[in-house]
């Protein structure tokens, strides 16, 4: 019947919100998970692995895939992937399964899977060179690059989150280093250097490195140091040295 074909029973209870980007995962019918992005007129249902709308075009798990092993099949004919070329057609299609991809590593974001959404991330990067290494128009080039730093930054919020959550502070604050680091060389790249200023990215990384750098607990040598501190204040000498002796074994071992 057509009426089986009506979504509103599946929207009810869960209102749009302008501005807002509410996500939630559900079983689909495979029994498999799905993530569930709100529109203001339905829903875009996306699977969790592979390609989002669960299609695989010419046999593959994407398009990217499919094009990565054309090149491969002609680096074999030819002993080299010189005069391969992505038609403007061939970085439109590409272009348009990155949006794909877009959709979900925000969503993925927005539920705390940030695996998947560095999985994600990663994939739209290679996807961005490989326009840029094939492609025959500039135009289409650019048409990719323009977003290069903000996926850039995006897969450094995914892993330094990860770090975040295994309590690893020092790993999130390289993470964000190596980050603004990969952007700049972007900038440099395109002579654009002086747009790191004010880049929204590098500022957004280099804001939340403060914050981490604010509230990450103290490291066990500082809390030793610390210590040190109240027993020489104390007069305590004998526990000083025994704090002195365990700093100076850190400091052999290369903690911080």
Not at 87 to 115: H, M, P, T, V, W
Not at 150 to 157: A, E, G, K, L, P
Not at 242 to 256: C, M, P, S, T
Request: aromatic share 8%; glycine share 6%; charged share 35%.
């Amino acid at each position: 019947m057509q009426g089986d074909k009506d979504i509103s029973h599946v929207l009810e209870g869960w209102e749009y919100t302008p501005g807002e980007l509410s996500i939630r995962k559900v079983s689909g019918l495979d029994r498999k998970d799905k993530l569930q992005l709100r529109l203001d007129l339905g829903l875009l249902q996306m699977e969790m692995d592979e390609r989002p709308d669960g299609k695989k075009p010419y046999g593959k798990e994407s398009l990217l895939r499919y094009y990565l092993d054309l090149i491969e099949e002609h680096k074999s004919r030819y002993g080299t992937d010189k005069n391969f070329k992505l038609s403007s057609e061939d970085c439109a299609k590409l272009q348009q399964e990155g949006i794909q991809y877009y959709y979900r590593y925000l969503s993925l974001f927005q539920i705390g899977d940030y695996e998947r959404a560095k999985r994600d991330t990663e994939r739209n990067l290679r996807m961005f060179d490989l326009v840029k290494n094939y492609a025959t128009d500039q135009k289409d080039v650019m048409s990719t690059e323009q977003y290069r730093a903000y996926v850039i930054m995006m897969n450094t919020r995914a892993r330094c989150s990860i770090s975040l959550e295994r309590k690893n502070y020092d790993d999130a604050l390289s993470q964000i280093n190596a980050g603004i680091q990969k952007i700049e060389d972007f900038l440099k790249e395109y002579h654009q250097e002086h747009l790191a200023e004010t880049s929204s990215e590098i500022a957004f990384l280099k804001n939340w490195a403060r914050e981490i750098e604010e509230s990450k607990p103290p490291s066990l040598k500082q809390r030793l140091k610390d210590q040190l501190q109240i027993a020489i204040e104390r007069e305590e000498y004998e526990r000083a040295a025994e704090l002195r002796d365990e700093i100076g074994k850190l400091e052999e071992a290369g903690e911080n």
